[in-house]
């Protein structure tokens, strides 16, 4: 393999490692708390927050006319982001791509400890998994979810731990793992959380106290929602998706 390239100026041809150099080359000029803080956010904060807001979309999914399909789709975001990175572990090592401060000097690199494989990003897999799964549950909560996978893309970059098509792959992989595979997994999860709802002592689970039912048609197909209508007369935020 190749020795590392002197730097920046080595990438002209090569808009992958250009890009690297004009994101990365942010945090050269940036103060050193705020690449302590990017460092921190693109490691940890912004998967943790993608956790959070996947309980905040369960607390609301459980109060909509449908709510144990969408349960069913939120469960399925973080099994989606889960099956995702196990995909990418035989890709990153077919790929062998360095991580990009091996092969290019001159990077200001936030973390340490990175001797793993480059291609594609476990970190972005995970987050536009999750986002992407999220949006088949509730639409809005959705869009915020993949806006922070965005910038966790992003952050990873800033870093000078992946190169963008590190990430970009990181995203199509976690999108095509999420939407691929959500008909078969709603096949699966629907009938469980259907089952769960039916229990007295777990029915929480998936069902707020005093949600409504779902309306069906004679055939057994969900009815038309009402839109703006929740089961307590307040706006029902669950923009369902599936």
């Known amino acids: 393999m190749a020795g590392p390239e ?15 150099y004009e994101i990365n080359g ?13 460092g921190f956010v693109g490691e940890y ?29 939120l469960v399925w975001a973080p099994l989606a982001a889960g099956l995702a990175v196990l995909v990418n572990v035989p890709i990153r090592e077919f790929v062998e791509r360095r991580r990009p401060f091996l092969d290019h000097q001159g990077l200001e690199v936030l973390v340490d400890g990175k001797t ?24 809005k909560l959705g869009l915020v979810g993949i806006g922070l996978a965005l910038l966790e893309g992003v952050c990873r970059v800033y870093m000078g731990v992946h190169y963008p098509t590190d990430v970009i792959g990181g995203f199509a992989l976690g999108t095509a793992v999420t ?19 039916r229990a007295p002592r777990a029915s929480w689970l998936v069902r707020a106290r005093g949600a409504r039912p779902v309306v069906t048609d004679p055939v057994g197909l969900p009815g038309p929602r009402v839109e703006g209508a929740s089961a307590s007369g307040e706006s029902d935020e669950n923009d369902l998706a599936a």
């Open 116 to 139: 793993d494989f480059s291609f594609v990003s476990d970190h972005a897999t995970l987050a536009m998994a999750l986002g992407v799964g999220l949006f088949v549950a509730h639409r």
């Open 45 to 73: 904060g912004l998967l943790l927050a993608m956790v959070l807001l996947v309980l905040w979309a369960w607390r609301t999914v459980r109060r909509g006319p449908d709510a144990e399909t969408s349960v069913a789709a």
């Open 26 to 38: 942010v945090a050269k000029d940036a103060p050193a708390w705020v690449d302590r803080i990017v």
């Open 179 to 197: 939407l691929l595979l959500a008909p078969l997994a709603m096949v699966l999860l629907t009938p469980l959380t259907k089952a769960i709802g």
């Open 6 to 20: 002197a730097g920046p100026g080595t990438s002209r041809s090569n808009p992958d490692v250009g890009l690297l």
